[in-house]
T-cell receptor, first 111, second 115 residues
Framework: EPEVTQTPSHQVTQMGQEVILRCVPI?????FYWYRQILGQKVEFLVS????????KSEIFDDQFSVERPDGSNFTLKIRSTKLEDSAMYFC?????????FGPGTRLTVT | AQSVTQLGSHVSVSEGALVLLRCNYS??????LFWYVQYPNQGLQLLLK??????LVKGINGFEAEFKKSETSFHLTKPSAHMSDAAEYFC?????????????FGKGTHLIIQP
């Protein structure tokens, strides 16, 4: 069964550094998403992406965040200058017109 | 605006007993409702979804949920718990069943199965 993959599984970075989280969505899907889950809290929507542009974004998704689909297969989330509070599990998801499929997540630790 | 409340961060049941995980929602538009399961070190997997058709929705692994508009609830049940059901369960709401709309999740309920 096709699946969404994410790399790396765990990323440790220092405060103020840039990080790029990578995702490979399911190949025929059109919609792409990023969610995050701070430890002990709920899963939160960050952004959705369709037709090479952002469709919807939450209040969390400020100017420090950006998304890109640099080629036909990858979907990336960039955090320009990480803060301690960016430490979380980041989930990528993709969908066609229906069910969203989630990746296993990248655990980002900012020190 | 939409929100989801899951009652009970941890629920413990005996193997073979009824599983009941509670979810209440708030939505200004007719909601689409979902239950996801997360096993350790894995992504979120869709268990079932309500998309305004039948109010009783059957999902994978023997789970089902009933949409009750009057109670704004979408509780998840399974008649007989199995050890393999131990996982984190998330209820979620969306404005639509697909497309670009984001999901709003509850905090999750950790289901523990006692042997």
């Amino acid at each position: 069964e096709p699946e969404v993959t994410q790399t790396p599984s765990h990323q440790v970075t220092q405060m103020g550094q840039e990080v790029i989280l990578r995702c490979v969505p399911i190949s025929n899907h059109l919609y792409f998403y990023w969610y995050r889950q701070i430890l002990g809290q709920k899963v939160e929507f960050l952004v959705s992406f369709y037709n090479n542009e952002i469709s919807e974004k939450s209040e969390i998704f400020d100017d420090q965040f950006s998304v890109e689909r640099p080629d036909g297969s990858n979907f990336t989330l960039k955090i320009r200058s990480t803060k301690l509070e960016d430490s979380a599990m980041y989930f990528c998801a993709s969908s066609d017109e229906g069910q969203k499929y989630f990746g296993p997540g990248t655990r980002l630790t900012v020190t | 605006a939409q929100s989801v409340t899951q009652l009970g961060s941890h629920v413990s049941v005996s193997e073979g007993a009824l599983v009941l995980l509670r979810c209440n929602y708030s939505s200004s538009v007719p909601p689409y409702l979902f239950w996801y399961v997360q096993y350790p070190n894995q992504g979120l997997q869709l268990l079932l979804k309500y998309t305004s058709a039948a109010t009783l929705v059957k999902g994978i692994n023997g789970f089902e949920a009933e949409f009750k508009k009057s109670e704004t609830s979408f509780h998840l049940t399974k008649p007989s718990a199995h050890m393999s059901d131990a996982a984190e369960y998330f209820c979620a709401v969306s404005r639509s069943g697909g497309g670009a709309d984001g999901l709003t999740f509850g905090k999750g309920t950790h289901l523990i199965i006692q042997p």
